[in-house]
């Protein structure tokens, strides 16, 4: 069975680094073709793609948020790590990680955690 | 970075009904698109994958079309576990994108 769990603070404060993990079993982020993805919602609006780190270590960011973002992989520990630095109160809402599914036939986020709240307030 | 635009952002329909959802790309993406649903409270869940094959124990209710720009995701006959929001998202380029999202609600 597959499963994503999304840890870190419930609560930063302006211009703190947040840092969450994503700890999975099921599955190795070792294999040719996969990758964990992180995605975020704020309270009430759509969901917006952060991040993604591939079997081979290759990482992408989303254009706006690039120079915030940090993404790391521990095949050990079975986890994902991402950083965002200076967190502002518009970086408040749940916080998704993902993980590829289908390859080689297709490219879909199959399996998600169940998200972890975030709030930035002082 | 693509653009995905859904419409309606938000519909009421009877059980029973037949509900449309549409999806815009900024740019052709083939069929490089997934249906999510997301539940109240819930995390999304993927229904559709490469535009028009069905996920692994979705309802047949649900399906999809289109190809290019343009996608539609259809449930055939609204039932009331199908309130939840529904987004579109693309992977033909990186970064991925989603839509806004359309709610689905029982009138």
């Known amino acids: 069975q597959v499963t994503l769990r999304e840890s870190g603070p419930a609560l930063v404060k302006p211009t703190q680094t947040l840092t969450l993990t994503c700890t999975f079993s099921?599955?190795?982020?070792?294999?040719?073709?996969?990758?964990v993805s992180w995605i975020r919602q704020p309270p009430g609006k759509a969901l917006e793609w952060l991040a993604r780190?591939?079997?081979?270590?290759?990482?992408y960011y989303s254009s706006s948020l690039e120079t915030r973002l940090t993404i790391s992989k521990d095949p050990s520990k079975n986890q994902v790590v991402l950083t965002m630095t200076n967190m502002d109160p518009v970086d408040t809402g749940t916080y998704y990680c993902?993980?590829?599914?289908?390859?080689?036939?297709?490219?879909?986020?199959?399996?998600w955690g169940q998200g972890t709240m975030v709030t930035v307030s002082s | 970075d693509i653009q995905m635009t859904q419409s309606p952002s938000s519909l009421s329909a009877s059980v029973g009904d037949r509900v449309t959802i549409a999806c815009q790309a900024s740019?052709?993406?083939?069929?490089?698109l997934n249906w999510y649903q997301q539940r109240p409270g819930k995390a999304p869940k993927l229904l559709i994958y490469d535009a028009s094959n069905l996920e692994t124990g979705v309802p047949s209710r649900f399906s999809g079309s289109g190809s290019g720009t343009d996608f539609t995701l259809t449930i055939s006959s609204l039932l009331p576990e199908d309130i939840a929001t529904y987004y579109c998202q693309q992977f033909e380029n990186l970064p991925l994108t989603f839509g806004g999202g359309t709610k689905v609600e029982i009138k």
């Open positions: 780190i591939d079997w081979d270590d290759d990482k």
């Open positions: 099921g599955f190795s982020l070792s294999t040719y073709g996969m990758y």
């Open positions: 993902a993980r590829r599914g289908g390859y080689p036939d297709y490219d879909a986020l199959d399996v």
């Open positions: 740019q052709d993406i083939s069929n490089s």
